[in-house]
T-cell receptor, first 118, second 114 residues
């Protein structure tokens, strides 16, 4: 069972540039999540996919952010025209469907992608 | 408001001593509760979870947590801390009112002194 894989692990970019992060979930998981974590804070929910459908987006996900999961497998998170406030760790997570064996929706995280905007 | 509170930002314990990390939640119905651990620069690893049934749940690495509905708490405990337990610990809550996401507390940083 390979875990959730994210790349790149670290990205330094200049303000105004676009960046893209990729997430490969655990293979049998059909749910995929993006979270953002800044220093001293817990992860904050950004968006959620079930298969290829993006079913929920946080207000934190501004128009400069777009996430896709075109074939229901890997996902990408793109940030356009980056700002210094976008500097954070972007965490991807995945889970099985919520059912009787997973009523609480246990999610499993990747190692995260660090973004530094200079 | 639906939220998770971890009152202690930092905790320092001696190696071999017992540990208790506090977590309080605000949620109307029965919550689903989780503890995750994060080492510096890494992602989050699931330690344990509570969905229903026995209110004392066992997790990995010798951790346990107890759900107390009357106190809206889900405190994490370990009887004897090892230096390798130094990390940041996050409590999280999920449930139907949260939809498909988990809501996390701000975390508690554990330091272990030898």
């Amino acid at each position: 069972d390979t875990g959730v894989s994210q790349n790149p692990r670290h990205k330094i970019t200049k303000r105004g540039q676009n960046v893209t992060f990729r997430c490969d979930p655990i293979s049998e998981h059909n749910r995929l999540y993006w979270y953002r974590q800044t220093l001293g804070q817990g992860p904050e929910f950004l968006t959620y996919f079930q298969n290829e459908a993006q079913l929920e987006k946080s207000r934190l996900l501004s128009d400069r952010f777009s996430a896709e999961r075109p074939k229901g497998s890997f996902s990408t998170l793109e940030i356009q025209r980056t700002e210094q406030g976008d500097s954070a760790m972007y965490l991807c997570a995945s889970s099985w469907p919520r059912d009787s064996e997973n009523p609480g929706n246990t999610i499993y995280f990747g190692e995260g992608s660090w973004l530094t905007v200079v | 408001a639906q939220s998770v509170t971890q009152p202690d930002i930092h905790i320092t314990v001696s190696e071999g001593a017992s540990l208790e990390l506090r977590c309080n939640y605000s949620y109307g119905a029965t919550p689903y509760l989780f503890w995750y651990v994060q080492s510096p620069g890494q992602g989050l690893q699931l330690l344990l979870k509570y969905f229903s049934g026995d209110t004392l749940v066992q997790g990995i690495k010798g951790f346990e947590a107890e759900f107390k509905r009357s106190q809206s708490s889900f405190n994490l405990r370990k009887p004897s801390v090892h230096w390798s337990d130094a990390a940041e610990y996050f409590c999280a809550v999920g449930g139907m009112e949260y939809g498909n996401k988990l809501v996390f507390g701000a975390g508690t940083i554990l330091r272990v002194k030898s």
